[in-house]
Structures are given as C-alpha cells and as structure tokens.
C-alpha cells in the first residue's frame, strides 16, 4: 500500500515539475521570438491597416518608419509583447503540454507515440488559455504600433491605451479582436507544432542529439507554415484591434463586417498586405523561440 502511493506520488510529482518546466520554458523561448521578430511584426501590422497609398511596400514602410522615429523605431510598441509574451507563450507550452497529456490518455500508437492529428489536437487547445492573454495585449500592441504615422501620438505609452480604451467602450473594448485571435491561433497552433514536431523528427538522427542548426530549422519551418495557412485572418484581426471607436456609424463592426470591408477594397489579396514581412519574420523569431525552448527545457532537466 505505501509503495502504491509513494508511487502515486512521484507520478503527480513528474506531472508537475513537467508542467512547471513546459510554463517556464515557453516564457523564455517567448521573449527570444520578440526581440527577433518585433520589427518585422511592426512593418506587417502597419501594411495591414495603412489606407492605400500609404506605403509602396514593406521596405518603403521600412524606410518612413526609420526616418520619422529614428532605428529605435522598429520596437515601437514592443513593451506590451514583451511584457505579455511570458504569460503568453509559457501559457502556449503549458497548454501543448497539457493537450498532449489528454490526447495521449485516449490513445496513443504502438510505442506510445502521438499521431499528426493527435499532436494537432493538443496545440489547437494550446490557443484556448493562451488567447485571454493575448487577445488584450495585441491589441495594446496594434494601437502602439500604429502611432506616429500620422499626427503626433495619441498614447503615452500601454497604460494609457488601456485608459482610453476602457473609457471609450469599457473592458469589452479593451478585449476587441478575442474571438478573431482565436480563430487565428486555434488552427495556427494546430498547424504550428504539427510541423515543429514533423521537422524534427525527420532531422533527429540516431543518436536523438538535435543540432543548433536543426531545432532553429524545424522552428523557423513550424512559424512559416502557421503564418501562411493563418494570415487572412490576422489581417481581419488586425483591424478589428486598430479600431479606436466603439462603434461605427452606430453599428457593431465584427469579423463578417470587416471581412466584407477587406474584399471591397481589394478582392482576396486585400487579406494578404504585409505577408512577406510576416513571412520574413517568422523564420528566426520562430527558430529563436523552439532555440529558447529546447534549451530552457534541457538546463530545468538538471534542476527540477
């Protein structure tokens, strides 16, 4: 009988320091993404939701951005990534994890593997607590972002967004964009730590020792997959989130609304403005990230 519950024990204890260690290295691979991918983020944001004329291109973007707010201009609106990516991204692995866990206990293959759509599984549910964090932050981000391209800014900085949102249309403002972010990283996930787990499975040689070279490999691979399968509706999220009017012409302006308003501008590819920054960016600050990870999770082995 003691055996039974020590054994119990150290099964909850394995649990545990396996959850602790899949929250903890997610924040860290996180903030690697941030500070390599928040200037490509930026360029994209700014193309998506620029009037037509604005910019000839992201390079063109580039070159305003740099010349109205000097190279510092490129992390406009970085602290609010920065200061949610933690919670975010460690909420993202947490919840990979965990979604692992639950599939695995339905079934698994014969050596106790998780199949493609098994794994998929798990990363769709990874979304689900990451977007509580997420959804308010990008759009504190967006509004930041946007600042300085016409006019001198309006905000002094994340509190002050969150200030002037609240009063405009209260907490339900604050959150706009929730649902499309998770239409977006739902499925993204799905897609995102599919190939991660794809890639570096064909890569993984006999002696399971993964190099530098291809874990930022299968990273920068799972980040363009997602970015290309998902960017239609980042774009109708972004301008759901740079709204800063409650309502438009009395009317509520949701994902249909805006959807219809994208395709008269332009057809299908008024969804696509700033892809090739995203795409660009979505290689290292994805590669980054799993470098992060991977490595975070190998010094926790020592620890926990």
């Not at 570096?200 to 006999?206: D, M, N, Q």
Request: some cysteine; proline content about 5%.
């Amino acid at each position: 009988m003691t055996d039974a519950v020590e054994a119990t024990d150290a099964v909850q204890s394995s649990v545990i320091a396996g959850q602790v260690k899949s929250f903890a290295s997610g924040g860290v691979g996180g903030v690697c993404a941030v500070l390599v991918g928040h200037p490509f983020d930026l360029i994209k944001v700014r193309l998506q939701t620029a009037e037509a004329g604005v910019y000839s291109g992201a390079m063109d973007a580039l070159r305003k951005t740099v010349a109205a707010d000097g190279l510092l201009g490129v992390y406009r609106g970085v602290t609010p990534p920065l200061l949610g990516v933690t919670p975010m991204f460690a909420l993202s692995f947490w919840g990979y994890d965990l979604g692992k866990r639950i599939v695995s206990q339905m079934s698994t293959g014969p050596h106790g593997e998780l199949s493609i759509a098994q794994i998929s599984a798990a990363g769709f549910f990874s979304a689900v607590p990451m977007t509580v964090v997420s959804a308010p932050f990008e759009r504190i981000k967006v509004l930041l972002q946007l600042q300085g391209q016409a006019g001198q800014p309006k905000y002094n900085g994340p509190i002050d967004v969150v200030r002037h949102l609240y009063r405009e249309g209260g907490l339900r403002f604050v959150f706009r964009g929730t649902a499309a972010t998770l239409a977006r990283d739902g499925p993204g996930s799905a897609i995102y730590f599919a190939t991660y787990e794809i890639v570096k499975e064909k890569l993984t040689p006999e002696n399971k020792k993964l190099s530098v070279a291809a874990i930022s490999f299968a990273g920068g691979c799972s980040g363009v997959a997602m970015w290309a399968a998902v960017f239609p509706i980042d774009t109708i999220k972004s301008q759901l989130q740079a709204s800063t009017s409650s309502a438009a012409g009395g009317k509520s302006t949701g994902i249909l609304q805006i959807s219809r308003q994208i395709y008269r501008r332009g057809g299908v590819a008024a969804f696509f403005p700033g892809i090739w920054p995203a795409l660009a960016r979505s290689f290292p600050a994805n590669a980054a990230t799993f470098l992060g990870v991977e490595y975070a999770t190998k010094l926790l082995d020592r620890v926990l």
